[in-house]
């Protein structure tokens, strides 16, 4: 079956634009994730949510961060009035119920530069 | 906070060397271990998981050990292969940390032929 995708899988946007990243993630996976990676780091937490429920947005950097699940599949990050330290790659992830003892199954990523 | 380093940041080696890679982490309260995967353009894919109560998990070539009291894990590549280039990166899922990974920096490794 398909794994998680993401699109658009390359972003340019001005500072100040506001842009939409959407993730699908494996069919019938209950929990899903978005990370933030910049270069040259490790994947950062941004949010969790369970179904469309979302349990854990203690990773977002600032209000300018939104992300919805509203049917609890298909998921959009949303970032406001972008800076150019929102440069980063994007990365969903889901996983069958959440916890612990889930694999996470990770997307491709989108690539997101602020000029 | 949980504090992820893995050492070294790059590393290059001739094909069939064995290497290994480090990772260590600040808080030994951990729900599990993880390694995964990272090739450039595409997302990470898990390698090996190592629970909390468990000291080694192996995998093919792969094999990787937790020691828990001191904060470190190790994964171990046996007779290495140029497809084997790729960014190894080490996660921890905390208990009580909600459901959440944190991530090391990463190992860039290459191996050359």
């Known amino acids: 079956g398909a794994g998680v995708s993401q699109s658009p899988r390359y972003k340019v946007a001005k500072r100040g634009q506001d842009v939409a990243l959407r993730c699908d993630p494996i069919?019938?996976?209950?929990?899903l994730f978005w990370y933030q990676q910049a270069l040259g780091q490790g994947p950062e937490f941004l949010t969790y949510f369970q179904n469309e429920a979302q349990l854990d947005k203690s990773g977002l950097p600032s209000d300018r961060f939104f992300a919805e699940r509203p049917e609890g599949s298909v998921s959009t990050l949303k970032i406001q009035r972008t800076q150019q330290e929102d440069s980063a790659v994007y990365l969903c992830?889901?996983?069958?119920?959440?916890?612990?003892?889930?694999?996470?199954?990770f997307g491709p990523g989108t690539r997101l530069t602020v000029l | 906070k949980q504090e992820v380093t893995q050492i070294p940041a790059a590393l290059s080696v001739p094909e069939g060397e064995n290497l290994v890679l480090n990772c260590s982490f600040t808080d030994s309260a951990i729900y599990n271990l993880q390694w995964f995967r990272q090739d450039p353009g595409k997302g990470l894919t898990s390698l090996l998981l190592i629970q909390s109560s468990q000291r080694e998990q192996t995998s093919g070539r792969l094999n990787a050990s937790l020691d828990k009291s001191s904060g470190r894990s190790t994964l171990y590549i046996a007779a290495s292969q140029p497809g084997d280039s790729a960014t190894y990166l080490c996660a921890s899922f905390l208990t009580g940390g909600g459901n959440k990974l944190t991530f090391g920096t990463g190992t860039q490794l290459k191996v050359e032929l």
């Open positions: 992830a889901s996983s069958l119920a959440g916890g612990p003892l889930d694999t996470q199954y």
């Open positions: 069919s019938g996976h209950v929990s």
